[in-house]
Nanobody, 126 residues
């Protein structure tokens, strides 16, 4: 079992940047493919980005491509989401999640993830 804690959220201006971090404790992070999701008020939780266990494969939602970068440091048990060129529509609670089932790939399906953090709020002002 792994526990996940997100940090790095806050208030940013449109066009600005934020870097979200996800710290894992318990089982080593290299045992999990990881994903970032977000949920805006009144909307369903949606996929943002995913990364394989080794970090060799990544995938992004269309809304994140070219602006966001997911990365991981298994030695530090950390996953990151660098968000650049922020837009007001990026405002949401951001969650990191861990998937124990895929060894060499990743998933974009919310229900495939076994463990979730508590989320961190990102607010982008226009």
């Amino acid at each position: 079992q792994v526990q996940l804690v997100e940090s790095g959220g806050g208030l940013a201006q449109a066009g600005g940047s934020l870097r979200l971090s996800c710290a894992a404790s318990g089982r080593t992070l290299s045992s999990y493919a990881m994903g970032w999701f977000r949920q805006a008020p009144g909307k369903e939780r949606e996929f943002v980005a995913a990364i394989s266990r080794s970090g060799g494969s990544t995938y992004y939602a269309d809304s994140a491509k070219g602006r966001f970068t997911i990365s991981r440091d298994n030695g530090k048990n950390m996953v990151y989401l660098q968000m650049n060129s922020l837009k007001s529509e990026d405002t949401a609670v951001y969650y990191c999640a861990a998937d124990s089932n895929r060894r060499y790939s990743y998933t974009i399906v919310t229900d495939d993830y076994d463990y979730w953090g508590q989320g961190t709020q990102v607010t982008v002002s226009s």
